[in-house]
């Protein structure tokens, strides 16, 4: 009868402990949004502004604070980093890096003058425009997309993060915790 007793009593806690967790990474998540949304204070450790210079393995920027500030597009194993969309000089980036032997590394780099455009899917028809506004052209769509910006290298649309994968000159494609959608530049 003790370890009845017990063996109960360890059940219970087990299934305490396996609630718990599910409810703290459902609160964990409502409280991202929230903050993202509400209260617009999460940090971003993006740089912006405009390529100066460039070649095809370091560029210059000169960011919006006014410095100007040099890149390496070679990461710490020697591989090379591509910027999102390209660059030329006078094109306005996002970049995020890390410091190594004194040097601005890129991890992530995107070509916000390409990200603009008229984007289309199969069930998506949307146009990204500077200031951060997006015009929807789907009439019928549930929750379009009014609103872009870059935080922490990733692009939110509206609410929704997402991380761009490829940006070329004609096919966007980006990833979510749901999976990877394509989009065809129109023109």
């Known amino acids: 009868m003790k370890n009845l007793v017990y063996i109960a009593f360890i059940a219970a806690l ?10 703290k990474s459902e609160v964990k998540d409502d409280a991202t949004d929230s903050t993202v949304v509400a209260t617009g204070t999460v940090s971003d450790s993006t740089v912006y502004g405009k390529v100066v210079d460039g070649g095809q393995s370091v560029f210059l920027l000169q960011t919006d604070a006014g410095d100007t500030l040099e890149y390496v597009l070679e990461n710490e194993l020697g591989e090379p980093v591509e910027v999102e969309g ?10 995020i890096s890390y410091k190594m032997n004194g040097e601005n590394i890129v991890r992530k780099a ?3 003058l390409s990200l603009q455009g008229h984007w289309t899917s199969l069930d998506k028809n949307f146009t990204i425009e500077e200031g951060g506004v997006v015009h929807s052209s789907v009439e019928a769509e549930k929750n379009p997309w ?3 910006k870059i935080i922490n290298g990733k692009l939110m649309l509206n609410r929704q993060e997402f991380d761009v994968v490829t940006l070329g000159a004609d096919s966007l494609a980006l990833e979510d915790s749901t999976g990877i959608y394509v989009f065809k ?3």
């Open 14 to 23: 087990i299934c305490g402990f396996a609630s718990c967790k599910n409810n």
């Open 86 to 95: 390209g660059y030329n000089v006078g094109d306005r980036l996002a970049v």
């Open 110 to 112: 995107i070509n916000l």
């Open 146 to 148: 009014t609103s872009w």
């Open 185 to 187: 530049r129109q023109k």
